[in-house]
Each structure stands twice: as structure tokens, then as C-alpha cells.
């Protein structure tokens, strides 16, 4: 093909909102053996093998992308173009054993370590929140002292399920602590409620000094001011990561997922609470459980890569 001829089609193709081929917010893709710096990157990781309800989440990855088209870079509320400054890129999606969780693992801690070598803080889109913890493994490896913000309506730290299983997508934050990756009092949890097996389910939490905001507290004006001060005074100028479950956001606003709990944060509520942490120094961040199955018209994905993208601007900030 001639030379004019090929720019031609490459114009014909290129990245818009509805055309091209779908990578997060029209991102170039990463190509593993180019060289270069990379800033930020984009990574799917597709695995929901470990969950305790409802499956799907593995299709996350996709969906968010899908509903990414018409992502746009500047956000006039942090005023920071995400990506103008970054070398950012769609890392693609990690090829993830289902079958075998301890190999899965080991894949994603693999990926993570790649990027990181490669320069980047990563934005995993998920997966279920299992993978939280191969990602925290990881990632404390180059960011010691983390601390971590976790949007959910569940503490994720349980002991193990019914059967014995001891890594699950409930058990992620509390085998985080327990293997030294985060320290508890490095835990900072919002939209936490809803019911759950006995009061004494929260005994760890509060012994690995977890701080939590309910749904209450998110209400209370003052008692929010008081919790998101204190995550400024514990981070410091320290590396944060931000992990957000999806169903931490009331299922009126996020039905696509496996989990769903009643009574959450709205969309705004929490992206409200995001943009105030701005200026801590967010190294990565991910936006796990959505489950496209369970969505409708598309509502939770398009949520989880506004999400993501929120993710990206706090990186971008403090990167600046
Ligand atoms: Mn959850
Ligand atoms: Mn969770």
C-alpha cells in the first residue's frame, strides 16, 4: 500500500468517541517491547474466579473501556487535563488463569512489576476485589508505607468463607494487613453498612485500627471533614492507593454488580469525596466488581470508567 494511501486509512480509522478499536478514554495502547517512559497505563485484569455471590465481574474490563468512548481528559473540577502530561497508554488486559488462583496471582503481581519498572502507576480496571491483594503485594514492593482508600460497602476482611477459602474477594484488605503489606492504621474505608453475620465480624477491623466512614458519617458533615483530615495527616506525603468496589455505590446508580447492597453512596457523593483528596500522592488505583451482566443501559460502566478516570486525575495531580 502507498504511503499517502496508508496515512489515509490510518485517518479514516483513528480513535474516536465511537470509532477505532476500544482502548480506556481513546489511550494509544502499550506496546510491551517499545521502549520508553510510561507515565500512567491502563490495565485490565479479567479474573472473577474468587467470589461469594455472583460472577461477572471477569467482563468488567470491557465493558468500562466500552463506555469509555466518550471519556473526556479535562476535568473542570480539579482542573487538570488527565492525560495531557502523562505518557499514558491502555496496557490491554492481563491473561489471568481462572482456573488456578495462587498462578493467577502470581501473573498479576508479574504485570504490576513490569509497569512499575516501565515507570508507570497503574489504574486497574477489574476483576473482583480479590485482586486487590496481589496488586497491594506488589505495589508496596516500590511504595513502602502505603496508604490505602477503599470505597466499599464491604470491609473485605473477613477471615475465610464457610468452606475454609482464606482468598476471596471479602478477605482481600485483612490478609493485606495480615501479611504486612498495609498496616491497619494505614486503612482508611468509605460506605461501609449494610448487615452482616455478627457484631463481632468488625472485631479485626477495629483491633488493625481501620478507619472507617459509614453512610451516617458520610451524611455528617462534620464527622466526613474530621475522617478526610485524617487521611491527610496519616498519609502525609507518602504514596496512597485508591481502590474502589463498585458496590460501594448504591444500586440505584451501580446495579452491574455481584454484591449489590442498598442504602450507598451516590455517584456524586463519592466522586465529591475523590476530588477532596486531591493533592495526596495517589501512585495507582483501581475500580473493581463490575459485573456488565447485571448492568442496565450500560449505568455501571459508564460509572466505572468515570471512576477510573477520577483515578487518573488524583494521579495526575500528584504527579505534577
Ligand atoms: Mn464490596
Ligand atoms: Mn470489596
Known amino acids: ?67 469509555s468512548g466518550l471519556c473526556r481528559n479535562y476535568s473542570q473540577q480539579m482542573e487538570v487535563d488527565v492525560f495531557d502530561r502523562l505518557r499514558a497508554f491502555d496496557a490491554g488486559d492481563l491473561a489471568v488463569n481462572p482456573f488456578d488462583f495462587n498462578e493467577a496471582f502470581r501473573q498479576i503481581g508479574d504485570g504490576i512489576r513490569f509497569l512499575h519498572r516501565r515507570g508507570a502507576s497503574v489504574v486497574v480496571l477489574g476483576g473482583d476485589h480479590s485482586i486487590l491483594l496481589p496488586i497491594l503485594r506488589a505495589t508496596s514492593e516500590k511504595y513502602p508505607g502505603l496508604t490505602l482508600v477503599q470505597f466499599d460497602a464491604h470491609s473485605d476482611t473477613s477471615d475465610e468463607s464457610a468452606s475454609g477459602q482464606r482468598f476471596h474477594h471479602g478477605t482481600s484488605v485483612r490478609r493485606a494487613i495480615d501479611e504486612g503489606v498495609v498496616e491497619g492504621s494505614r486503612v482508611f474505608q468509605i460506605g461501609i453498612r449494610g448487615f452482616i453475620e455478627s457484631a463481632e465480624y468488625n472485631d479485626f477491623s477495629r483491633q488493625a485500627g481501620i478507619r472507617v466512614l459509614g453512610m451516617q458519617g458520610v451524611h455528617n458533615d462534620r464527622e466526613r471533614a474530621v475522617f478526610l483530615e485524617t487521611i491527610r495527616e496519616v498519609a502525609g506525603d507518602g504514596p496512597c492507593y485508591l481502590t474502589f468496589d463498585v458496590d460501594g455505590i448504591d444500586p440505584a446508580f451501580a446495579p452491574g454488580t455481584g454484591t449489590p447492597v442498598v442504602g450507598g453512596l451516590t455517584s456524586f457523593e463519592a466522586i465529591d469525596i475523590m476530588r477532596s483528596l486531591r493533592g495526596l500522592r495517589f501512585i495507582g488505583g483501581d475500580v473493581v466488581e463490575v459485573a456488565p451482566a447485571y448492568d442496565h443501559s450500560e449505568i455501571t460502566a459508564l460509572l466505572g470508567a468515570a471512576l477510573a478516570l477520577e483515578i487518573g486525575a488524583l494521579i495526575s495531580i500528584a504527579r505534577q
Open 1 to 67: 500500500m502507498a504511503k499517502d494511501d496508508e496515512s489515509h486509512f490510518n485517518h479514516l480509522t483513528s480513535q474516536t468517541a465511537i470509532a477505532g478499536i476500544r482502548t480506556f478514554s481513546r489511550l494509544p495502547t502499550l506496546v510491551s517491547d517499545e521502549n520508553g517512559d510510561v507515565d500512567l497505563a491502563v490495565l485490565g485484569i479479567p479474573f472473577d474466579s474468587l467470589v461469594t455471590f455472583r460472577p461477572g465481574a471477569r467482563l468488567g474490563p470491557n465493558a468500562i473501556r466500552q463506555a
